[in-house]
């Protein structure tokens, strides 16, 4: 026999153990969605210190810019589309953001504890 089960099976093993490793590391995701020109939910809650990836889904037919002067991040999300936004590592604290488009309805805040 060219291999022999038993490094087949290790390798199996390893294979599994770094696909689990690439599961693990995954940044954690938050959904974040424009409805009528607001944003739900209006506060998020993320864990402080981890880096975090914020799916914006833009229910709207129109564009809205989601924008946070303290998160130092803006994005145009076209009407009917997603986008991703990274943010963090994040110290405790609250972080505002809104829409540029739809300021007096589109607000809300990331909590980081």
Known sequence: MLFSIRSIVTAAAGVLVLLAGAAYAADPEVLLVIKSHRFEPAEVKVPAGKRIKLIVHNQDSTP??????????????PGGAKASIFIGPLKAGRYDFFG???????????VAE
């Open 64 to 77: 809205e810019e989601f924008e946070s002067h303290s998160l130092n991040r803006e994005k145009v999300v």
């Open 100 to 110: 540029e488009y739809n300021e007096k309805t589109a607000k809300g805040v990331v």
